[in-house]
């Protein structure tokens, strides 16, 4: 199962609402996870089940979607949010990654 | 806390092996579905292969790229995972993570293959 995410790259300032996309080629349901991944550091985990946050993940993350289409949403941005972001699919083996979004600040 | 710390990358030949571990505390290790993830220099995370649970049968699957090349195993005895690697390329050069269910990582072991 291939995993789309858009876009590769995306500017924005502190305060700002971001959306980031990914788009799976065949049904998942809800199994997609979002992680984070900053410079030199291993990959943080942020959301499973599409939309269920980890219990330490701030609240101004949100994922929604289900079946091929999911977003994850920053609905304000902080300073520590510049990262990379990846969506993953565990729905079938291989489990497999989106290409990954930067984010970075305007 | 739960912690997970890989331990085992190292500089190997083309053709070498070489056996990485992931050790956990602070968790049932047990029920634990682990996975091995990798990520080449500048490039994204590559998704190398899981070992479920024994409850669940204790089964691993592969990514193609390493299937018939690495064995992932564990030791519930000593709330460690394995990866086995033979056959080493130049393409498996990356940093390889441990993670847990979905939920927790390791910091990563390096793996440069070079001759």
């Known amino acids: 199962i291939e995993l789309t995410q858009s876009p590769s790259s995306v500017s924005a300032s502190l305060g700002d609402r971001v959306t980031i996309s990914c788009r799976a080629s065949l049904h998942i349901s809800n199994f997609l996870a979002w992680f984070q991944q900053k410079p030199g550091k291993a990959p943080k985990s942020l959301i499973y089940g599409a939309s269920t946050l980890h219990s330490v993940v701030p609240s101004r993350f949100s994922g929604s979607g289900s079946g091929t289409d999911f977003t994850l949403t920053i609905s304000s941005l902080q300073p520590e949010d510049f990262a990379t972001y990846y969506c993953y699919q565990y729905s079938d083996d291989p489990h497999t990654f989106g290409q990954g979004t930067k984010l970075e600040i305007k | ?115």
Request: aromatic share 10%.
């Open chain 2, 1 to 115: 806390e739960v912690q997970l710390v890989e331990s085992g990358g190292a500089l190997v030949k083309p053709g070498g092996s070489l056996r990485l571990s992931c050790a956990v505390s602070g968790f049932t290790f047990s029920d634990a579905w682990m996975t091995w993830v990798r990520q080449a220099p500048g490039k994204g995370l590559d998704w190398v292969g899981r070992i479920k649970s024994k409850t669940d049968g204790a089964t691993a699957d592969y990514a193609a790229v390493v299937k018939g090349r690495c064995t992932i195993s564990r030791d519930d005895s000593k709330n460690t995972l394995y990866l086995q690697m033979n056959s080493l390329k130049t393409e498996d050069t990356a940093v390889y993570y441990c993670l847990l269910n979905l939920d927790y990582w390791g910091q990563g072991t390096l793996v440069t293959v070079s001759s």
